[in-house]
């Protein structure tokens, strides 16, 4: 690997810009205890929601690191292609460097994991197995084409619940609710790098969900993700889940038109039209779910 590293290197290469996806759901988890803490009839331990939110941010980092190890190896990210961080395309790391790395940093989240578990209760182990397996054979899942329902299940409910239970020692399944928003945009971020993808993938001969609707219907899973985010908010009012403030989400929706316009372009034999439709959706999961944040802080005083 003749290329000397640097710091942003290595930084890089857990690809941070896609970091919402996994510290968003924590936010707003623990901004909805904050909002129902009058309500819950045990203590709340809010450094124990921070951990929470970290840990998760480590599990996606090396999620990504082990993805874009067996991308690479099977042919997935090459030169003429556009996902991955390019850290082993353009051979700034080997291969094994990666795949080390990102098992470094899985070993941290797992026993952050396991000292949450000390501390709180086991249905912890469960939440967090499920965490770990989606993990590391989360490219093999990809692969066959089950990557968007693992990604709706992990990078929404999953995080939420646990993100509450180490919090308040409780499974509350109203969080699983709470996130399902989120989790479709989130769902989003991969679904527009696999339309983007499409043709070299196929070429990789891997299955994704993108590849195996074809890109018209690939647009349309696309929008009703998107829509249905909003939605599934208005809904949460509607049935006095949330407070109505909670509809300030509406003002990232400049941001969401804006994605769905670059949407509209993709073009299997042209992925260049939406190159960066990945960032964006996770830029728009960001704005989202800060607001949806900041909403359930200031609702709990009023």
């Not at 891997?206 to 009703?224: F, N, S």
Request: contains cysteine; positive net charge.
């Amino acid at each position: 690997m003749g290329k000397e590293r640097k710091i942003s290197d290595w930084i890089i290469a857990t690809r941070p810009w896609s970091f919402p996806a996994s510290t968003m759901p924590a936010l707003v988890t623990i901004s909805y205890v904050y909002f129902l803490k009058n309500e819950i009839a045990s203590d709340i331990n809010w450094f124990y929601g921070v951990l929470a939110f970290i840990g998760a941010c480590i599990f996606q980092a090396s999620g990504n690191l082990i993805g874009d190890y067996f991308d690479f190896k099977y042919g997935v990210d090459r030169k003429e292609s556009f996902g991955s961080s390019r850290m082993l395309v353009d051979r700034i790391f080997s291969p094994k460097t990666i795949l080390n790395y990102g098992i470094v940093m899985l070993a941290i989240g797992i026993l952050l994991g396991l000292f949450l578990f000390v501390r709180t209760g086991t249905d912890l182990l469960w939440i967090g197995g499920i965490g770990v397996l989606a993990t590391f054979f989360y490219y093999k899942l990809k692969f066959a084409a089950f990557g968007d329902l693992v990604i709706f299940i992990v990078y929404g409910p999953l995080i939420g619940l646990g993100t509450a239970f180490v919090m308040t020692n409780q499974l509350m399944w109203n969080v699983v609710l709470l996130n399902i928003p989120i989790a479709f945009l989130v769902v989003n971020i991969l679904h527009a790098n696999n339309m983007r993808d499409i043709r070299d993938d196929g070429k990789a001969h891997i299955r994704t969900q993108a590849m195996v609707l074809g890109m018209e219907r690939a647009k349309v899973q696309y929008l009703i993700l998107a829509v249905g985010a909003y939605v599934g908010v208005i809904l949460m009012v509607v049935f006095g889940m949330v407070h109505p403030l909670t509809l300030i989400v509406f003002l990232s929706l400049p941001v969401e038109l804006k994605n769905l316009k670059q949407m509209k372009k993709a073009e299997v034999e042209n992925p260049e039209f939406i190159k960066n439709l990945d960032a964006n959706s996770a830029q728009l999961v960001l704005i989202f779910s800060f607001l949806f944040a900041v909403a359930n802080f200031f609702a709990a005083g009023l």
